[in-house]
């Protein structure tokens, strides 16, 4: 019986040794923490609204190589490529937005509050300020003590519907939630590599491919493009009524329109906004949760960028 109740005792006591999630996890330990993000990201995205897309990326890069973990903030080292370093990650930005964030904590909460932690707040309130929906995040993530370029396995925007559903499946996501993800693209960009090759594909609006032949001149570089040409810059259903009219940007984003395995989802998101964001909130709290270090696994970073 003794034996018993301390076990019961350490359950209440100490919760976290046993590994979970939780909406409000520094309540204690750092009250102020959700707040100080919610402040840093509003000043970034008071000057520059993509930062939405590059966190919703950042995000998704790094859940689905080790788990939602940070292992994507760790720069290379002698004798380690880290993530950073994979061609997938070569255009994800954010990176320094994380570390303000992560510097205001520090002072607050010294090693206190996960650099994945961040990663997924961070998100969720960018997508709230860009007129998404609101919606609350368990949090209690560690970071991870290993990243390598190796480990990168990402589909690109020329994947078919059901290569991206594989990947999705082997990260415990369904369809219906991988189609619910990529509209998120609803306030992405692509720089034209991604997407020139498409600039005589008969799926594509003509008066699309005569808009993006002209941002895509050789001459220009290798600029980037609205992914959603109509409402860029806000986090809504529009992505949707987009593909449907054929002016899909990505290959992947106009087959999610044309296969016969996501259309129909397609469609109704078109048609419904609040289905689409009632979505979102399930599919992007449940990624969120992919893979997690809980408890004593990994680590509490003190810089984003390295190991302790």
């Keep these: 019986m003794k034996y018993f109740t301390t076990i019961l005792i350490l359950f209440f006591v100490f919760p976290f040794a046993f590994g979970d999630l939780r909406v409000g996890f520094y309540g204690s330990s750092c009250p102020r923490a959700e707040e100080i993000v919610r402040q840093v990201v509003q000043r970034r995205f008071n000057r520059d609204r993509s930062i939405t897309a590059a966190l919703l990326r950042m995000h998704f890069h790094d859940c689905f190589v080790r788990g939602c973990d940070a292992s994507i903030l760790i720069d290379s080292s002698k004798g380690n490529q880290s993530e950073k370093a994979a061609g997938a990650n070569g255009t994800v930005r954010g990176f320094e937005l994380i ?3 992560k510097k205001a904590l520090e002072t607050a909460c010294p090693s206190t509050v996960s650099c994945a932690d961040i990663i997924t707040l ?11 929906p609101r919606y609350d995040v368990p949090t209690g993530r560690r970071d991870s003590v290993v990243s390598r370029a190796s480990d ?3 589909p690109g925007p020329r994947s078919s519907v059901s290569v991206v559903q594989q990947t999705f499946a082997a990260n415990g996501m369904s369809l219906d939630e991988m189609v619910t993800l990529l509209g998120a693209h609803t306030v992405g960009l692509a ?3 991604f997407f020139r090759d498409r600039l005589k594909d008969p799926n594509m609006d003509p008066g699309l491919q005569a808009k993006l032949g002209r941002i895509c001149r050789p001459k220009n570089g290798d600029p980037t493009t609205f992914l959603d040409q109509n409402t860029s810059m806000v986090f809504d259903n529009e992505f949707y009524n987009q593909i449907v ?3 899909g940007v990505l290959f992947i984003d106009q087959q999610l329109a044309l296969d016969p395995l996501s259309s129909s989802l397609v469609s109704a998101f078109a048609g419904n ?3 689409f964001q009632r979505s979102f909130i399930d599919a992007i709290v449940k990624m969120g949760k992919i893979r997690v270090l809980v408890g004593t696994d990994g680590q509490i970073r003190k810089n984003c960028r390295v190991f302790n």
């Design 99 to 101: 570390d303000e964030i």
């Design 122 to 132: 961070a998100t969720r309130d960018s997508v709230a300020m860009a007129g998404g």
């Design 152 to 154: 990168v396995a990402l």
């Design 191 to 193: 720089h034209c590599s």
């Design 245 to 247: 009219l054929k002016k």
């Design 273 to 275: 906004s609040a289905a």
